[in-house]
């Protein structure tokens, strides 16, 4: 079969549209959609062949058959990697029978929909680093390429998506209070609830793909809400952000349903998820979202004016808004929360009581469909006493009889029927008042407002609650285009209670977090879990919080943890040595011992480069750095069921702080 295949990748790259223009490669997919489509060029190709056409034709009397599965099931079981997908070359909407249907469920396919997109978002992983001697400078040269993404197909690659999504050992834990010092306290005990479910703050560091795989067994189904900001795959400069923003469309997609699908797992029945979005992939994020938690269970979508300036230099049309998608889990189980969020009418709520903070209104309802013609059930009297103590549904002598009727003399009705007015007649619910010598019926109403699908307020522009607010915080402008704080607390205040867990798997500057702390000091114990994967992220969050902890001197505190990483450790024996022969002898242990990116090319490295002037001639620093490329950013983490294994030199207090997380003894 070897020699098959490579007559027939010979024979396939003699056609330039049947290779990666990039690496040169054989595009399968683009071969497998020129099979389905019996393309003449492919036919013409495989029948000059002598070899390849015994193996992929069937002679009929003097007709010549292609045998199209026979020839698509030997690109699949002769390719060498697992990168490879049922779905075809483009992106669009399909039913399972691979056309529209008007009752069908339509969903969205792309290449790879498939498959697991084993990087991250980091920038990264969105590059292939490697060294070239240059004839000009007379010295290696680091270059940069664009990433041959690695997928693994769901079916294909089980074993490999199993060992993936198993849990990782922790490590490095802390825990940060007000009291605590830069480095944080050891952690002695995870506080759980009466059912075992974690109550902590957690900022943990790694891969959110894998750190969502690992939270599953702690908090599938316990989380409230799941607010995410991803990247936005603008397709423009990768350097105007932290994050990889330039990412393929289709390894977009795949990027994103990867999360979806475990996020909707650690949601509670009646929880939600919002994702922040911009135009770019705001139609495709709909409907793969539509996928994922249903169609039936989109709330909507919130268009959030968070920069009225726009950008100056836009060709067209200048982006000064964004998106926020919002889904349920289960609709029919979720709810909004009634308050307000506009400045100005919380500001007219002006009482509070052992439920919280409310206003009173008059209990007529003064409208012309509110009529007592239109609403008879709603007309009926209540009676007051004199001193306006004692308010009730039943006639006492001497109790004033109060109908809704308006100034003019117009009959109106009750906001509620008779039964209703008895069952909420408690606690003070109702007031009278003496007014213009007539009796005015008053209720409490809850703080609460019809929440829009367009916020324009001044609080939500991210420059001043946003990037300044951080500032003023941290000290320094170090986090580009950070959310306001305001966004963030609101979706929180509209869509959690006092005691839930809100989750965010992109958390970039820690807005969420502190959300969650600032909501927290108004009334509630929310706990939130950050995930991120930079370092210079994490330092943005850790800062942060413990910033804002510190300053409000609020007993509260988070737990810092890191998933392992075995490559790490290479790489800090790579920082740590201290001559080029150790490094060559390093060598040997890289490539014995831990993961090394599919690129390197190790007998060439090892046999030749390293032994030429021109690499001896090197820095020990660009030495370091040459071998800190090679090793293979997506094999970096320690399995939680081999954390033990001395060769991680994972310690006791990390394998016990793990231990604790997973267990709910």
């Excluded at 005990?189 to 957690?202: M, P, S, Y």
């Excluded at 620093?621 to 293979?632: G, R, W």
């Excluded at 950013?633 to 294994?645: C, F, I």
């Amino acid at each position: 079969m070897n020699k098959l295949k490579q007559t027939l990748e010979q024979v396939l790259k003699t056609e330039q549209s049947f290779t990666d223009p990039e690496s040169g490669e054989l595009n399968y997919v683009k071969v497998k959609d020129s099979a389905d489509s019996i393309d003449e060029k492919l036919i013409t190709l495989i029948l000059e062949n002598k070899e390849l056409k015994e193996k992929f034709f069937t002679k009929i009397k003097d007709v010549y058959v292609f045998n199209i599965q026979d020839f698509k099931f030997f690109l699949d079981e002769s390719k060498v990697d697992n990168s490879y997908t049922q779905y075809a070359n483009k992106i669009g909407l399909a039913d399972n029978y691979g056309m529209l249907e008007v009752k069908s469920e339509v969903v969205l396919n792309f290449p790879f929909k498939d498959c697991v997109l084993e990087g991250g978002q980091s920038t990264e992983e969105g590059l292939d680093s490697y060294f070239e001697y240059s004839e000009k400078t007379k010295k290696y040269e680091q270059r940069n390429g664009k990433r041959n993404e690695i997928f693994f197909n769901q079916i294909l690659a089980h074993d490999e998506i199993d060992r993936l999504y198993d849990r990782k050992a922790l490590i490095n834990g802390k825990r940060f209070t007000k009291d605590s010092n830069k480095e944080g306290e050891v952690i002695k005990e995870i506080k759980r609830d009466k059912a075992g479910v974690i109550q902590e703050n957690l900022l943990i560091k790694g891969n959110n793909l894998l750190v969502l795989h690992s939270l599953k067994s702690e908090f599938a189904g316990k989380v409230k809400l799941i607010y995410i900001d991803p990247p936005y795959n603008t397709g423009g400069d990768s350097n105007i952000f932290s994050y990889n923003n330039n990412f393929n469309h289709s390894t977009w997609l795949t990027f994103i349903k990867n999360r979806l699908d475990i996020a909707r797992d650690l949601l509670t029945e009646d929880g939600f998820i919002t994702i922040a979005i911009d135009h770019a992939e705001l139609f495709y994020l709909g409907a793969l979202a539509d996928e994922v938690f249903k169609r039936d269970n989109r709330i909507g979508i919130i268009t959030v004016l968070h920069n009225p300036k726009g950008r100056n230099q836009a060709k067209f049309l200048s982006e000064n808004s964004e998106f926020l998608l919002i889904y349920a889990k289960d609709k029919t189980k979720a709810s909004f929360n009634s308050v307000a969020i506009s400045e100005l009418v919380k500001e007219s709520f002006t009482e509070q009581d052992e439920e919280g903070i409310f206003r009173y209104e008059e209990y007529m309802r003064a409208r012309t469909v509110w009529s007592r013609e239109n609403r008879p059930k709603n007309w009926y009297p209540i009676y007051v006493s004199n001193d306006l103590k004692e308010i009730t549904h039943d006639k006492k002598l001497g109790y004033q009889e109060i109908f809704p009727i308006t100034n003019n003399g117009k009959e109106m009705a009750w906001k509620n029927v008779k039964e209703t007015f008895i069952e909420l007649n408690k606690d003070g619910y109702f007031i009278a008042k003496k007014e213009n010598n007539k009796i005015v019926i008053y209720h409490k109403y809850r703080e609460q407002q019809v929440i829009k699908n367009v916020w324009t307020d001044k609080k939500y522009q991210s420059e001043f609650q946003g990037t300044n607010l951080l500032k003023k915080i941290i000290g320094e402008n170090a986090f580009s285009y950070p959310k306001s704080i305001y966004a963030v607390l609101d979706i929180i205040k509209i869509m959690t209670d006092k005691d839930d867990i809100i989750l965010d798997f992109h958390a970039g500057s820690g807005t969420t977090g502190h959300a969650v702390l600032e909501l927290n000091k108004e009334s509630g114990n929310r706990k939130f879990i950050l995930v991120e994967q930079l370092d210079e992220h994490i330092d943005i969050c850790k800062n942060r919080l413990t910033t804002i902890i510190k300053e409000d001197k609020i007993d509260n505190s988070f737990i810092y943890c890191e998933l392992a990483k075995w490559n790490e450790k290479a790489k800090e024996e790579i920082q740590n040595a201290k001559d080029l022969s150790t490094l060559i002898k390093l060598f040997d242990t890289l490539y014995e011992k831990y993961f090394l990116n599919y690129n390197v090319k190790i007998k060439d490295f090892k046999d030749k480069i390293i032994k030429e002037e021109n690499f001896k001639n090197l820095t020990l620093s660009e030495q370091k750095n040459m071998l800190l490329t090679m090793l293979d950013l997506n094999q970096m983490y320690v399995q939680e069921s081999e954390m033990a294994d001395k060769r991680y030199g994972i310690n006791l207090e990390d394998q016990k702080l793990t231990e604790a997380f997973y267990s709910k003894k």
